[in-house]
């Protein structure tokens, strides 16, 4: 293999064959790597993991009326020692004892699982058609998929305000048609906020169902026709089952963001349907209670660890 | 075998787009709405286009909004694409697997939990909160979508021509540049425009991790946004989905055009 591609790039890599082979040097080599490697390892460690390892030692500190507003602070080595001490679980005892919070994570939780079953049904048909379509026209619709996705996350829910609004156009045409007599009531409530959620995440379903479609063998799919089975029970046999891969990456990259929501449930649910995401905003910037709001995130990610070490299972074996 | 779309498909396709797209034709129509009011229809008119020019907070705030795009992009993009390479190319490294769910983490990780812990992070190391730590929070959370990208094309490309120039004595970094880098290149750019709308969408992120004085567009139309719907954000939002459709669908039209002579160039050199 080696050979025919020396051959093949020799034609055109001409620069770097002017150097003898014994020049690249063990040395260089690893200087390239470890820099590779390194840079981008580090800025991970320090911008994603540290402070999570910061928000868990706030959410054991108590709250203070100062800048930062929780306590102890440490400055050095000493500081941490005897801050350790101080150290107490009031705020998870505080989290336990009332039942607000206990209730947000389980209406999150169910919220996310709802509307992540509510967009598979709506967007595995739409996938199922694009991976139908002939080739020229795939590519356009794939893209009109991946547009919206682009543009932003804030103004495609803000478009529903104005439809789902009880003067709004939703409820401006179902009067016209005279389906119902009086607006219905759905902004600010939880159907509003199932909208949202499929509307904004449906891209990130249908794309892992397209593309476990699309590379799907479809020379199974007519053996199956040519040994009777009807198209239903084809795709029930064949179809669907090879594309659970792209459903169960679809599922997880909807349900693990959904659950920690916080501008559909705020824009679109209203005061009353207090999700996780709006109550870590809630106890953030209008309590000032920092480290509560560190406590319930510690909470969350200890919820959210197991779909998202599935959903990197899912990732590595894809690869 | 049936080729093509049944009935069930069509039905699916026009719902399915419908659904997407009829929220963001009626934002971008109302945009156009002579009447203040955002549901009813009063007759066209520029009116809306014509008061953001002397809207001079939301100027302010789209002017930070772009640098911090600009800037956290292109970091992201470096970065990103280092991840990528580090982890397609270096199949045995201390703490991989450490690195491989540090950037897969992040894609679906809540924005609220990245947000609030970047905060903590920067109180503690005592950095003054604004422009600086919204863009290095920016990096920090683009630049995993961006090794996603990247390392897709890694993947998919035939590795013997790296080898050949590593055969032929080319360093790593020479072999990086000459053949690696322009056969990712439309991965790159790609990654760079992700990370680029993803850090000009962001609301809960740069709010956490804002401070006084720097107030990005998303958080802008946020706020006024919370007093009630007015045909200056449809405006606003129809600029922003007019400036992001153009560029995807041109970056498209030039990624289409060079794979077909790409392709074209194949066919004549397989023939000659």
Not at chain 1, 293 to 314: D, E, G, K, M, Y
Not at chain 2, 164 to 179: H, I, K, N, S
Request: glycine letters at 6%; a positive charge.
């Amino acid at each position: 293999m080696a050979r025919s591609a020396r051959e093949a790039s020799g034609e055109t890599q001409t620069r770097p064959a002017r150097k003898t082979i014994s020049q690249p040097g063990p040395d260089t080599r690893g200087w390239f790597r470890r820099i590779v490697i390194g840079v981008p390892f580090f800025w991970l460690f320090a911008l994603f993991l540290v402070p999570f390892l910061i928000v868990f030692k706030i959410s054991l500190s108590e709250v203070v009326t100062a800048m930062p507003p929780y306590q102890p602070t440490f400055g050095s080595i000493a500081g941490w020692w005897s801050a350790l001490k101080e150290f107490s679980f009031d705020n998870y005892r505080w989290i336990a004892g009332d039942p607000l919070y206990f209730n947000s994570y389980v209406l999150s939780l169910g919220i996310a699982a709802a509307s992540t079953v509510l967009t598979l049904l709506l967007a595995y048909p739409l996938a199922y058609g694009i991976s139908k379509a002939s080739p020229a026209w795939r590519t356009s619709l794939v893209m009109l998929v991946i547009l919206p996705f682009w543009t932003s996350f804030l103004i495609r829910v803000y478009a529903w305000i104005a439809i789902l609004k009880p003067e709004g156009l939703l409820n401006q045409l179902l009067l016209w048609l005279r389906v119902i007599d009086q607006p219905l009531v759905i902004l600010n409530t939880p159907t509003a906020i199932f909208i949202g959620i499929v509307y904004s995440y449906l891209p990130f379903m249908i794309l892992p169902i397209y593309a476990s479609l699309e590379r799907m063998d479809q020379s199974l799919i007519e053996a199956a026709a040519d040994l009777g089975a009807t198209p239903f029970k084809t795709f029930w046999t064949v179809t669907f089952p090879l594309s659970l891969p792209g459903v169960i990456a679809g599922c997880f990259l909807v349900f693990i963001p959904a659950t920690g929501e916080f501008v559909i449930p705020d824009l679109l649910g209203g005061s009353r349907t207090l999700m996780i995401g709006k109550t870590v905003w809630l106890e953030f910037f209008t309590n000032r209670d920092w480290p509560v709001a560190s406590a319930v995130t510690v909470v969350l990610v200890i919820i959210l660890v197991l779909p998202i070490v599935l959903f990197q299972r899912v990732q590595a074996r894809a690869q | 075998m049936r080729q093509g779309l049944s009935k069930i498909n069509v039905v699916g396709l026009v719902v399915g787009f419908s659904f997407l797209y009829l929220p963001i034709v009626l934002l971008v129509i109302f945009s156009f709405n002579a009447s203040r009011l955002v549901t009813v229809w009063a007759g066209f008119s520029t009116v809306w286009y014509r008061q953001l020019w002397h809207n001079q907070a939301l100027l302010d705030a789209a002017w930070v909004t772009l640098r911090v795009g600009l800037i956290s992009a292109s970091v992201a993009t470096l970065l990103g694409t280092m991840a990528a390479l580090a982890l397609s190319r270096y199949p045995r490294f201390f703490g991989r697997t450490l690195m491989t769910g540090m950037v897969y983490a992040p894609l679906v990780m809540p924005e609220v939990i990245t947000g609030l812990s970047l905060l903590l992070l920067f109180v503690a190391l005592d950095l003054n909160r604004g422009f600086v730590t919204i863009t290095l929070a920016h990096i920090s959370f683009t630049m995993c979508f961006v090794t996603v990208v990247v390392q897709s094309r890694l993947m998919s490309f035939d590795r013997s021509l790296e080898d050949a120039a590593m055969d032929l004595g080319a360093t790593p970094t020479v072999t990086f540049f000459q053949v690696t880098l322009p056969l990712i290149w439309p991965a790159v750019a790609a990654g760079w425009m992700l990370a680029f709308t993803l850090s000009l969408d962001d609301l809960v992120i740069a709010s956490f991790t804002t401070g006084p004085g720097a107030t990005t567009l998303p958080m802008k139309i946020y706020s006024q946004v919370r007093l009630g719907v007015t045909p200056e954000i449809n405006a606003v939002c129809t600029i922003l989905i007019a400036i992001v459709s153009t560029g995807v669908i041109v970056a498209t039209l030039i990624n289409k055009r060079r794979l077909i002579l790409q392709a074209r160039d194949e066919r004549l050199a397989a023939a000659g």
